[in-house]
């Protein structure tokens, strides 16, 4: 199920059914500008959020109670920079 307009030819993203939406397109070039945007930003969530982790995890002097919380928080932004971002990244990215 595609038609016709003036300049191209417009596709859905579900061809069988007809509220689908639209594909939009994109060029080669705008894809890998996303897919090395969006990497290189989960990699520095996890990055930074492991250094929190070791620093307070060695060094005895930073382990007091308030900086449990920050260390139970910078696992938890490490695991959305694993799970969530590349996940939601590819959404993102992705028309359909």
Same mark, same amino acid.
């Given at each position: *199920? #595609?038609? !016709?307009? !003036? /300049?191209? !030819?417009?596709?859905?993203?579900?061809? #069988?059914?007809?509220? =689908?939406? $639209?594909? &939009?397109?994109?060029?080669?070039?705008?894809?890998?500008?996303?897919?090395?945007?969006?990497?290189?930003? =989960?990699?520095?969530?996890?990055?930074?959020?492991? @250094?929190?982790? +070791?620093? $307070?995890?060695?060094?005895?002097?930073?382990?007091? =109670?308030?900086?449990?919380? +920050? @260390?139970?928080?910078?696992?938890? /932004? *490490?695991? +959305? &920079?694993?799970?969530? *971002?590349? +996940? !939601?990244?590819?959404?993102?990215?992705?028309?359909?």
């Amino acid at each position: *199920m #595609a038609y !016709e307009t !003036e /300049d191209h !030819e417009t596709q859905y993203c579900f061809p #069988a059914i007809n509220s =689908s939406c $639209i594909k &939009g397109k994109r060029s080669r070039l705008e894809y890998n500008i996303m897919y090395v945007f969006f990497s290189l930003l =989960s990699a520095w969530t996890v990055f930074l959020n492991l @250094l929190v982790i +070791i620093s $307070i995890s060695h060094f005895k002097k930073l382990q007091t =109670s308030s900086n449990l919380l +920050i @260390l139970s928080l910078a696992v938890a /932004d *490490m695991l +959305i &920079g694993l799970i969530v *971002m590349p +996940i !939601e990244a590819i959404k993102l990215t992705e028309m359909c």
